[in-house]
C-alpha cells in the first residue's frame, strides 16, 4: 500500500537549532509530497509540497528517491515553529485526494 | 487560492442524534474532500465529493453514516448520522488544491 511514515511523534529542539522532521514514502512511480502544519488552534495550512521546489517560513524539503525521503529542514528554529507537522501524498487517482503520515509534534524550547 | 470555511466550528450532540455540516468555497472547484481527526490522531479520508454524481467512500466509510451532497460547484455538505461518542471528532473539508477548511470539532456525550 502507498503510505508515508513519520518515525517520530514527538521532537523537541531548542530555539536556534536545526530541526529535521522525517517523511518516508512508500510509493511507486513520481511521488508528489507535501508538508502540512497545524498551529495551536488554528486550521490545518499548507507549507510546501515537493514540486514547487520552494522555502515556506524558513523550511525546506528535499526529495530523496534513493531513501525514499522528504524530510523537513530548517537551519535554526523559533519558538513559532512549534506545532504538529504532517507529511503527506497523494492517496489515489483523484487529483486532491490526500493520505497523510501520523504527524511529529514539534515542540521548540526558549 | 480558495477561501474555504466551513459550519459550525463546533458542536455538542447527544448520542443518536445528527449533525449537517457544511463547507463552503469563494470559487467554483470540481472536487472536495471530507476528513476526520480523531482526538490525538491524524487525518483520514471518508470521502470524495463531485458535483453530479455519488460521494465517493473511502474502506470503513459507509454512506448510511456520513451521508454527503454536493448540490453546486460551491458547497458540499456532510452529514454524521446516529451519532455515538465514537464520532467525536473533528470534520474538516478540502478541496482539490490541497487546501482545507477551519474544521468542525464535534463532541457527542
Known amino acids: 500500500a502507498q503510505r508515508v511514515t513519520q518515525p517520530e511523534k514527538l521532537l523537541s529542539v531548542f530555539k536556534g537549532a536545526p530541526v529535521e522532521l522525517k517523511c518516508n514514502y512508500s510509493y511507486s512511480g513520481s511521488p508528489e509530497l507535501f508538508w502540512y502544519v497545524q498551529y495551536s488552534r488554528q486550521r490545518l495550512q499548507l507549507l510546501l509540497r515537493?514540486?514547487s521546489r520552494e522555502s515556506i517560513k524558513g523550511f525546506t524539503a528535499d526529495l530523496n528517491k534513493g531513501e525514499t525521503s522528504f524530510h523537513l529542514k530548517k537551519p535554526f528554529a523559533q519558538e513559532e515553529d512549534s506545532a504538529m507537522y504532517y507529511c503527506a501524498h497523494p492517496g489515489g487517482t483523484s487529483y486532491g485526494k490526500l493520505t497523510f503520515g501520523q504527524g511529529t509534534i514539534l515542540t521548540v524550547h526558549p | 487560492s480558495a477561501v474555504i470555511s466551513q459550519k459550525p466550528s463546533r458542536d455538542i450532540c447527544q448520542r443518536g442524534t445528527s449533525l449537517t455540516i457544511q463547507c463552503q468555497v469563494d470559487?467554483?472547484?470540481?472536487?472536495m474532500f471530507w476528513y476526520r481527526q480523531q482526538p490525538g490522531q491524524s487525518l483520514t479520508l471518508i470521502a470524495t465529493a463531485n458535483q453530479g454524481s455519488e460521494a465517493t467512500y473511502e474502506s470503513g466509510f459507509v454512506i448510511d453514516k456520513f451521508p454527503i451532497s454536493r448540490p453546486n460547484l460551491t458547497f458540499s455538505t456532510l452529514t454524521v448520522s446516529n451519532m455515538s461518542p465514537e464520532d467525536s471528532s473533528i470534520y474538516l473539508c478540502?478541496?482539490?488544491?490541497?487546501?482545507f477548511g477551519p474544521g468542525t470539532r464535534l463532541t457527542v456525550l
Open positions: 478540502s478541496v482539490e488544491d490541497h487546501r
Open positions: 470559487s467554483q472547484v470540481t472536487m
Open positions: 515537493h514540486i
